[in-house]
Nanobody, 128 residues
Framework: VQLQASGGGLVHAGGSLTLSCVGS????????IGWFRQAPGKEREGVSA???????YYSDSVKGRFTISRDNAKNTVNLQMHNLKPEDTDIYYCAIDLNPDRFRPYGLGEFVYGVDWWGRGTLVTVSS
């Protein structure tokens, strides 16, 4: 499995960025793919995820500001981030849960706990 993320950068507070992740090497009928963020020495925090049947998940801190979407033709998942805040500064990782439990409630906590693969992070810096 390969997950290649791009789109990080430096932006002023209130600005926007779009992260993209191209995935390959997996062929599952059901999976959940998305983003978590983690600074060195800090806990992993789920940001947003989307299932292969288009259920979406957002953390409370980004709900209403971030939008996740999939482009199946390009095997890409995108995260549009608007109204960025300095507290959004972090390293963002594209990740995938290839074995999500469809028979139990599923949310970002389950996603972060269950990720099987993640790519190299991309740094997002929001200046105040």
């Amino acid at each position: 499995v390969q997950l290649q993320a791009s789109g990080g950068g430096l932006v002023h507070a209130g600005g926007s960025l779009t992260l993209s992740c191209v995935g390959s090497g997996f062929n599952r009928p059901y999976y959940v793919i998305g983003w978590f963020r983690q600074a060195p020495g800090k806990e992993r925090e789920g940001v947003s995820a989307i299932s292969s049947n288009d259920n979406t998940y957002y953390s409370d801190s980004v709900k209403g500001r971030f939008t996740i979407s999939r482009d199946n033709a390009k095997n890409t998942v995108n995260l549009q981030m608007h109204n960025l805040k300095p507290e959004d500064t972090d390293i963002y990782y594209c990740a995938i849960d290839l074995n999500p439990d469809r028979f139990r409630p599923y949310g970002l906590g389950e996603f972060v706990y269950g990720v099987d693969w993640w790519g190299r992070g991309t740094l997002v810096t929001v200046s105040s």
